[in-house]
């Protein structure tokens, strides 16, 4: 008979081995629970980047289509005034496969459907351009078969024409000639998208194997694609690869084994990758954490120090992960923000434009432009996205986009401000709102026509050195309220006259004191300086900080109208 020390010893065993086969039962189950929720969180996250790759695509063929229609509208006006043999001149002028023109009945008049008098309401899916007769200025479709020949796949985007007339073209773009049109933009695309901490992009022609770019980083924060990789010699074989863009498999680039989606897209091949090492690396991240849990269950309470330690430990991992991640995506705001604003300046026989910006550490979202509009007229503006970081970066891009394309679209300033308004009011949950000034500039007779949309009120500085603001009631900034109406006022620059434009980040300049630059020193500085006062003023501002961290960015704009040098 056993005794009572013995059958503890026993039952001491039995429970240590009971509890030794759990931990490793609840352990193994939880290594395969969590590895394949590390597998599908990376599927999800190569599903989600190849979809944001995919609309980035569908947006640039649209935007170009867009603007080619938009100027043969601008230019002809009407539908009746485009004849078919406008038409053919027109298609041979901007390389178009097709070209429509439709009246205000939904009816075509001149194009190149070989039945003229086509009506567009006849099948549903050339009547989905007949909402361009209810005031939508443009609609476009995806790639499909033309009516001509449905095997060969063209884009078809419309376009209405400007009020009064009412009509619209459509314009057809084949496979083909859409690829001639972007290519250039693949050079970096990968550059600017990460997956992850180490996932990248690799963007390679179909028809050459050859890689345009990659966003796989090496040891020293550099792309490691170089001059003349191909698909091939960087480990991938297009031959094994899924005919099915939504299968996942796996391969070696650049020597590194990478769970990979990949799809051909405008005649290139996207690859997006993310190293199973990272994968795994998050897997054992986790599976640690489930352990030292499971330890502290079965173990003694001896071992709870160790698992705090090591708890602790994790965790200062995860926050410098996350701070590394968030500093990237602070370099890419910047690069954002920087990189869609013009750097050559117009300098002409009558006047000049320079512009700076001294961005802070935390991205806003401050942006200039300038362009020559149909009218001749030079269209200027500066403004400023409200928030920070890349929501604002992203926003900056778009209001950008928008106020040209409505500058180009639209003859008077009040009318093209109001329509940039509505289209940036459209869909806006985030709530962000813009404010600018804009204004378009006649070197002619030297009028300044110009809309104040809630922004900081411009200096003129005169050809005899005195300054004057130009104040009065601002509009509503844009993209608050969709139907906003603006009013356009006007002023006159003269020989040796100059107009300074400027960002809250100026007048909100704050030193150690706590104190702002504000409107006062702006003005005194500005009647201080010579003609490149833009620096002169940036020079006063750094001085008065004196070194104190910058909180906003400093963007400035002057156009300066040259004096008359008397022979």
């Given at each position: 008979?056993?005794?009572?020390?013995?059958?503890f010893?026993?039952?001491?065993?039995?429970?240590?081995?009971?509890?030794?086969?759990?931990?490793?039962?609840?352990?193994?189950?939880?290594?395969?629970?969590?590895?394949?929720?590390?597998?599908?969180?990376?599927?999800?996250?190569?599903?989600?980047?190849?979809?944001?790759?995919?609309?980035?695509?569908?947006a640039?063929?649209?935007?170009?289509?867009?603007?080619?229609?938009?100027?043969?509208?601008?230019?002809y006006k009407?539908?009746?005034?485009?004849?078919?043999?406008?038409?053919?001149?027109?298609?041979?002028?901007?390389?178009?496969?097709?070209?429509?023109?439709?009246?205000?009945?939904?009816?075509?008049?001149?194009?190149?459907?070989?039945?003229?008098?086509?009506?567009?309401?006849?099948?549903?899916?050339?009547?989905?351009?007949?909402?361009?007769?209810?005031?939508?200025?443009?609609?476009?479709?995806?790639?499909?078969?033309?009516?001509?020949?449905?095997?060969?796949?063209?884009?078809?985007?419309?376009?209405?024409?400007?009020p009064?007339?009412?009509?619209?073209?459509?314009?057809?773009?084949?496979?083909?000639?859409?690829?001639?049109?972007?290519?250039?933009?693949?050079?970096?695309?990968?550059?600017?998208?990460?997956?992850?901490?180490t996932?990248?992009?690799?963007?390679?022609?179909?028809?050459?194997?050859?890689?345009?770019?990659?966003?796989?980083?090496?040891?020293?924060?550099?792309?490691?694609?170089?001059?003349?990789?191909?698909?091939?010699?960087?480990?991938?074989?297009?031959?094994?690869?899924?005919?099915?863009?939504d299968?996942f498999?796996?391969?070696?680039?650049?020597?590194?084994?990478?769970?990979?989606?990949?799809?051909?897209?405008?005649?290139?091949?996207?690859?997006?990758?993310?190293?199973?090492?990272?994968?795994?690396?998050?897997?054992?991240?986790?599976?640690?954490?489930?352990?030292?849990?499971?330890?502290?269950?079965?173990?003694?309470?001896?071992?709870?120090?160790?698992?705090?330690?090591?708890?602790?430990?994790?965790?200062?991992?995860?926050?410098?992960?996350?701070?590394?991640?968030?500093?990237k995506d602070?370099?890419?705001?910047?690069?954002?923000?920087?990189?869609?604003?013009?750097?050559?300046?117009?300098?002409?026989?009558?006047?000049?434009?320079?512009?700076?910006?001294?961005?802070?550490?935390?991205?806003?979202?401050?942006?200039?432009?300038?362009?020559?509009?149909?009218?001749g007229?030079?269209?200027?503006?500066?403004?400023?996205?409200?928030?920070?970081?890349?929501?604002?970066?992203?926003?900056?891009?778009?209001?950008?986009?928008?106020?040209?394309?409505?500058?180009?679209?639209?003859?008077?300033?009040?009318?093209?401000?109001?329509?940039?308004?509505?289209?940036?009011?459209?869909?806006?949950?985030?709530?962000?709102?813009?404010?600018?000034?804009?204004?378009?500039?006649?070197?002619?007779?030297?009028?300044?026509?110009?809309?104040?949309?809630?922004?900081?009120?411009?200096?003129?500085?005169?050809?005899?050195?005195?300054?004057?603001?130009?104040?009065?009631?601002?509009?509503?900034?844009?993209a608050?309220?969709?139907?906003?109406?603006?009013?356009?006022?006007k002023?006159?620059?003269?020989?040796?006259?100059?107009?300074?434009?400027?960002?809250?980040?100026?007048?909100?300049?704050?030193?150690?004191?706590?104190?702002?630059?504000?409107?006062?020193?702006?003005?005194?500085?500005?009647?201080?300086?010579?003609?490149?006062?833009?620096?002169?003023?940036?020079?006063?501002?750094?001085?008065?900080?004196?070194?104190?961290?910058?909180?906003?960015?400093?963007?400035?704009?002057?156009?300066?109208?040259?004096?008359?040098?008397?022979?």
């Amino acid at each position: 008979m056993l005794s009572c020390d013995g059958y503890f010893k026993r039952l001491a065993g039995a429970v240590t081995i009971t509890c030794l086969v759990s931990f490793a039962i609840a352990a193994t189950v939880s290594w395969f629970a969590i590895s394949r929720a590390s597998m599908r969180e990376a599927e999800e996250r190569l599903r989600a980047a190849s979809d944001d790759i995919r609309k980035e695509i569908a947006a640039c063929v649209d935007e170009q289509l867009y603007y080619i229609g938009n100027a043969i509208c601008r230019h002809y006006k009407r539908p009746e005034a485009m004849t078919q043999s406008i038409v053919d001149e027109v298609m041979d002028r901007y390389n178009i496969d097709e070209l429509n023109v439709v009246d205000s009945k939904g009816i075509v008049i001149a194009g190149a459907i070989a039945d003229i008098g086509y009506d567009m309401g006849s099948n549903p899916k050339s009547a989905e351009f007949n909402r361009l007769l209810e005031g939508v200025t443009t609609y476009c479709q995806a790639f499909r078969g033309s009516i001509e020949d449905p095997r060969i796949r063209r884009k078809y985007a419309g376009i209405a024409f400007p009020p009064p007339a009412k009509g619209y073209i459509q314009i057809g773009f084949e496979e083909d000639r859409v690829k001639d049109g972007i290519d250039y933009w693949f050079g970096t695309l990968a550059e600017g998208w990460h997956i992850g901490e180490t996932g990248f992009f690799v963007v390679a022609n179909e028809g050459t194997g050859l890689v345009d770019s990659c966003g796989m980083e090496d040891a020293a924060g550099g792309f490691v694609h170089r001059k003349g990789d191909t698909l091939a010699s960087i480990g991938f074989d297009a031959a094994a690869a899924p005919g099915d863009p939504d299968t996942f498999f796996t391969a070696t680039l650049y020597g590194v084994e990478c769970l990979c989606l990949t799809e051909v897209c405008s005649f290139h091949r996207f690859i997006a990758a993310i190293p199973l090492s990272e994968i795994r690396g998050g897997s054992v991240r986790t599976i640690v954490v489930v352990v030292l849990v499971l330890l502290v269950v079965f173990a003694a309470a001896a071992c709870l120090v160790t698992r705090l330690s090591a708890l602790v430990a994790t965790l200062r991992r995860y926050i410098a992960a996350e701070a590394e991640r968030q500093e990237k995506d602070l370099s890419m705001s910047k690069l954002i923000q920087t990189s869609s604003l013009p750097v050559v300046f117009p300098d002409t026989p009558v006047f000049k434009i320079f512009a700076l910006m001294a961005t802070a550490r935390e991205v806003g979202g401050d942006f200039y432009d300038f362009y020559t509009v149909p009218s001749g007229r030079t269209f200027f503006l500066i403004a400023d996205v409200s928030g920070k970081g890349i929501p604002a970066a992203l926003f900056m891009m778009q209001a950008k986009a928008i106020v040209k394309a409505c500058a180009f679209q639209y003859e008077g300033l009040a009318e093209a401000v109001a329509e940039a308004n509505n289209r940036l009011a459209e869909n806006n949950d985030a709530q962000m709102f813009v404010t600018a000034w804009l204004g378009a500039y006649d070197e002619r007779t030297g009028e300044v026509e110009y809309v104040n949309a809630g922004h900081n009120p411009p200096l003129i500085k005169r050809a005899d050195g005195s300054v004057e603001w130009v104040k009065g009631k601002p509009s509503l900034v844009l993209a608050a309220m969709a139907g906003t109406r603006y009013r356009a006022e006007k002023l006159v620059l003269g020989p040796g006259d100059s107009i300074l434009l400027y960002t809250d980040g100026v007048t909100e300049a704050m030193n150690r004191a706590g104190e702002l630059y504000g409107e006062e020193r702006l003005e005194k500085a500005l009647a201080a300086a010579g003609r490149e006062f833009a620096t002169a003023i940036r020079e006063d501002v750094a001085a008065f900080v004196d070194g104190a961290e910058q909180s906003d960015d400093i963007t400035m704009m002057a156009l300066d109208v040259k004096p008359v040098i008397k022979e």
